[in-house]
């Protein structure tokens, strides 16, 4: 697996949405843009990855892999359905694994 800074991506980037839903239903809520940006770093870092290559140093230093966007959000999605859990109420969204 690559480097963070050196492919550009951020820490957030490396949990899948395939495998937690949690993580997918985050994703949607944050919105398109984020989900955009996101896929755009993935895509930077396959396509350094098959060319054995890093980033650009220039570019390196202004990358921000600690940046958490996802984790605020999932935290809560997580909390929630702790809460429907308790409850006795089901998830409003598909929890199968693929």
Same mark, same amino acid.
């Given at each position: ?8 991506? %951020?820490?957030? =980037? /490396?949990?899948?949405?395939?495998? *937690?839903? +949690? ?20 895509? %930077?870092?396959? =396509? /350094?990855?098959?060319?054995?290559? *890093?980033? +650009? ?42």
């Amino acid at each position: 697996a690559p480097h963070p800074p050196r492919a550009g991506l %951020r820490y957030d =980037d /490396l949990i899948d949405p395939d495998m *937690d839903m +949690d993580a997918r239903e985050a994703l949607r809520r944050l919105g398109p843009e984020v989900e955009i940006q996101r896929n755009q770093r993935l895509k %930077r870092a396959l =396509d /350094l990855s098959m060319k054995h290559v *890093d980033l +650009d140093p220039k570019i390196q230093k202004v990358q921000t892999p600690f940046n958490n966007y996802l984790h605020g959000m999932l935290e809560q999605v997580k909390m929630e359905n702790a809460e429907r859990q308790e409850v006795g109420t089901p998830t409003p969204y598909n929890r199968q694994l693929p």
